[in-house]
């Protein structure tokens, strides 16, 4: 079965100054399917995926040639951003909620885009909790402040205000890195039933949890993609040797 | 063993002059405290003067023994309100320009002219007061004199910026970058990511430069004894009315007051004192309140 792609990277280079922090990426991204990014620290998947919403635009001193395209549009060139991070989402490794209140925090991206009808929005920022599975949790706190929730209710808040925006892509880095396994646990649940609606791409330090949820896996190693291939060969037969020492836990 | 007992003595020693040092500041306030609630107390225990009339009245006549305050007050508070009302929004604009929108350089810039609009002594922010701002004042006044509550609230309006502009600028570039990232990632532009998140989550700081702002405009003296006017009664009824706010009827006359007329201005400085201290009672709340959440 051919799937549709989504993004396909051509020849992506990236400098911070004159670091090299990504070095000739090729890499087609399929749509609906879960793509996680596994490599060591500092290996450059955190950036690349930074690259599909352009939040790289945020930091000084960044330099990116080759192409990214997104549904064979080449997101940086004439493009307008706020459109592409609506359609491109994105979850941090830290939950990020707004000081604000949890009905607020989803509510936050839609009245960026000009809804303002409360019926909408109270049926938009319910849906998205129970989509998040956060629903039962928090619906009889939702005018509390976000800040109280523990820090997986947090980050499946983060995930539930992505969710409400309808993008097609959600960016995830670490999403669980700061979480105790339970939460980790209910995550990577919800990742799964999200997959049917969405494109995902995840960063994880965790090869356990590329392996659980992901479709396809990326190694990136000193900002190369060393190998990208079907999750289960990645893990069971990679073609790679730096790969197998990396999966097999010899280094990284 | 001699050595060690020496070297004891020593740090002690040196550890008291440190406590005395520290005990200047503290020593200061309340002497001055004191000294002022002393003075500015005695004319109503020992009633060589109502504290009533003194409160409420709208005219102050040494000559006539006619020492009342109200409009004094009444003036105080309109000038610091209006030059709030003027100079919080351009502080707090300049601060979000400063630190999210200008490049380093002209970031730099900004910032500078603002550290030395807060040094410049504010005799000098009253010639410019007297030699600009009051001449324009008079041009659109529907009296004969340009020296107004107006000149007054646009004077304040600009020496208030220095306080409210770094304060803001350091709560805003306080909040953590995670929350400018969560707002764009979710197709927010910079304006509304500034305006919904920024500025909301640096609420607490803000509102702590503001109020400092607010102590700084009530408490100024110099600057604005030559732009208000100075009237000996009368509570101001338009922008263009002359006014005299507490700060400059002390600096006015204490030069050749005594007897009572002396201590009455004692007690308009009690009454300023107030105001201050319930700033300060403000901010210290404020800034527990951050430390808290």
Same mark, same amino acid.
């Given at each position: 079965?051919?799937?549709?792609?989504?993004f396909?990277?051509?020849?992506?280079?990236?400098?911070?100054?004159?670091?090299?922090?990504?070095?000739?990426?090729?890499?087609?991204?399929?749509?609906?399917e879960?793509?996680?990014?596994?490599? *060591?620290?500092?290996?450059?998947?955190?950036?690349?995926?930074?690259?599909?919403?352009?939040?790289?635009?945020?930091?000084?001193?960044?330099?990116?040639?080759?192409?990214?395209?997104?549904?064979?549009?080449?997101?940086?060139?004439?493009?307008?951003?706020?459109n592409?991070r609506?359609r491109?989402?994105?979850?941090? =490794?830290?939950p990020? *909620?707004?000081?604000?209140?949890?009905?607020e925090?989803?509510?936050?991206?839609?009245?960026?885009?000009?809804?303002?009808?409360?019926?909408?929005?109270?049926?938009?920022?319910?849906?998205?909790?129970?989509?998040?599975?956060?629903?039962?949790?928090?619906?009889?706190?939702?005018?509390?402040?976000a800040?109280?929730?523990?820090?997986? =209710?947090q =980050?499946?808040l983060?995930?539930?205000?992505?969710?409400?925006?309808?993008?097609?892509?959600?960016?995830?880095d670490?999403p669980?890195?700061?979480?105790?396994?339970?939460a980790t646990?209910?995550i990577?649940?919800?990742?799964?039933?999200?997959?049917?609606?969405?494109?995902?791409?995840?960063?994880?330090?965790?090869? =356990?949890?590329?392996?659980?949820?992901?479709?396809?896996?990326?190694?990136?190693l000193?900002?190369?993609?060393?190998?990208?291939?079907?999750?289960?060969?990645?893990?069971?037969? *990679?073609?790679?040797?730096?790969t197998?020492?990396?999966?097999?836990?010899?280094?990284? | 063993?001699?050595?060690?007992?020496?070297?004891?003595?020593?740090?002690?020693?040196?550890?008291?002059? +440190?406590?005395?040092?520290?005990?200047?500041?503290?020593?200061?306030?309340?002497?001055?405290? +004191?000294?002022?609630?002393?003075?500015?107390?005695a004319?109503?225990?020992t009633?060589s003067? #109502?504290?009533?009339?003194?409160?409420?009245?709208?005219?102050?006549?040494?000559?006539?023994?006619?020492y009342?305050?109200f409009?004094?007050?009444?003036g105080?508070?309109?000038?610091?309100?209006?030059?709030?009302?003027?100079?919080? #929004?351009i502080?707090?604009?300049?601060?979000?320009?400063?630190?999210?929108?200008?490049?380093?350089?002209?970031?730099?810039?900004?910032?500078?002219a603002?550290?030395?609009?807060?040094?410049?002594?504010?005799?000098l922010?009253?010639?410019?007061?007297?030699?600009?701002?009051v001449?324009?004042?008079?041009?659109?006044?529907?009296?004969?004199?340009?020296?107004?509550?107006?000149?007054?609230? +646009?004077?304040?309006?600009?020496?208030?910026?220095?306080?409210?502009?770094?304060?803001?600028?350091?709560?805003?570039?306080?909040?953590?970058?995670?929350?400018?990232? /969560?707002?764009?990632?979710?197709?927010?532009?910079?304006?509304?990511?500034?305006?919904?998140?920024?500025? #909301?989550? /640096?609420?607490?700081?803000?509102?702590?430069?503001?109020i400092?702002?607010?102590?700084?405009a009530? /408490?100024e003296?110099?600057?604005?004894?030559?732009?208000?006017?100075? #009237?000996?009664?009368?509570?101001?009824?338009?922008?263009?009315?002359?006014?005299?706010?507490?700060t400059?009827?002390?600096?006015l006359?204490?030069?050749?007051?005594?007897?009572?007329h002396?201590?009455?201005?004692?007690?308009?400085?009690?009454?300023?004192f107030?105001?201050?201290?319930?700033?300060?009672?403000?901010?210290?709340?404020?800034?527990?309140?951050?430390?808290?959440?």
């Amino acid at each position: 079965m051919d799937k549709k792609i989504k993004f396909n990277t051509k020849n992506l280079d990236l400098f911070y100054g004159d670091f090299q922090a990504l070095k000739s990426i090729n890499m087609e991204i399929g749509e609906k399917e879960v793509t996680a990014f596994i490599g *060591p620290s500092g290996c450059g998947k955190s950036t690349f995926l930074r690259c599909l919403n352009r939040m790289n635009d945020l930091i000084d001193g960044v330099t990116i040639k080759g192409e990214i395209l997104f549904d064979e549009k080449d997101i940086n060139g004439d493009i307008d951003v706020i459109n592409l991070r609506t359609r491109v989402g994105m979850v941090f =490794q830290k939950p990020n *909620p707004f000081p604000m209140s949890i009905y607020e925090n989803i509510a936050y991206g839609p009245k960026c885009q000009g809804m303002k009808d409360k019926t909408q929005l109270d049926t938009l920022v319910k849906e998205s909790l129970v989509k998040a599975a956060l629903w039962e949790e928090v619906k009889d706190r939702l005018n509390k402040s976000a800040l109280g929730l523990s820090g997986g =209710q947090q =980050q499946r808040l983060c995930i539930a205000r992505t969710i409400a925006m309808n993008p097609e892509v959600i960016l995830m880095d670490e999403p669980t890195s700061a979480l105790d396994p339970i939460a980790t646990a209910k995550i990577e649940d919800l990742m799964s039933s999200l997959k049917k609606d969405f494109t995902i791409i995840i960063v994880t330090h965790s090869m =356990q949890q590329a392996g659980r949820i992901s479709d396809k896996t990326a190694f990136f190693l000193m900002g190369e993609v060393i190998e990208f291939n079907e999750t289960p060969i990645i893990f069971t037969n *990679p073609n790679d040797k730096r790969t197998e020492d990396y999966i097999t836990g010899r280094f990284g | 063993m001699e050595a060690i007992k020496r070297k004891k003595r020593k740090e002690k020693i040196v550890e008291i002059i +440190f406590l005395i040092c520290a005990s200047v500041a503290v020593l200061s306030v309340l002497a001055i405290t +004191f000294f002022v609630f002393y003075n500015g107390l005695a004319p109503f225990v020992t009633n060589s003067y #109502p504290l009533w009339n003194f409160l409420s009245g709208v005219e102050w006549r040494p000559d006539s023994n006619l020492y009342g305050i109200f409009y004094m007050i009444v003036g105080s508070v309109f000038a610091t309100f209006g030059a709030i009302l003027i100079g919080v #929004p351009i502080a707090i604009l300049t601060a979000v320009f400063i630190s999210e929108m200008a490049s380093s350089r002209i970031g730099k810039a900004i910032r500078f002219a603002v550290e030395l609009l807060a040094g410049i002594p504010s005799v000098l922010y009253g010639i410019f007061g007297l030699g600009i701002i009051v001449p324009y004042v008079l041009k659109i006044s529907p009296f004969a004199q340009g020296e107004s509550l107006l000149a007054t609230i +646009f004077v304040l309006a600009i020496m208030i910026l220095p306080t409210v502009v770094s304060i803001a600028e350091t709560s805003i570039a306080a909040v953590p970058k995670e929350y400018r990232e /969560g707002s764009y990632a979710l197709g927010a532009s910079k304006v509304q990511t500034i305006f919904r998140v920024v500025l #909301p989550a /640096g609420r607490s700081g803000i509102m702590t430069g503001v109020i400092l702002g607010i102590g700084r405009a009530i /408490g100024e003296t110099m600057a604005v004894m030559l732009v208000c006017g100075n #009237p000996i009664a009368g509570i101001p009824t338009s922008i263009f009315s002359q006014i005299r706010p507490l700060t400059t009827n002390i600096a006015l006359e204490m030069g050749y007051a005594s007897g009572v007329h002396q201590q009455l201005l004692y007690s308009t400085g009690v009454i300023l004192f107030i105001f201050i201290m319930i700033i300060n009672f403000t901010v210290n709340k404020l800034v527990k309140q951050k430390v808290g959440s």
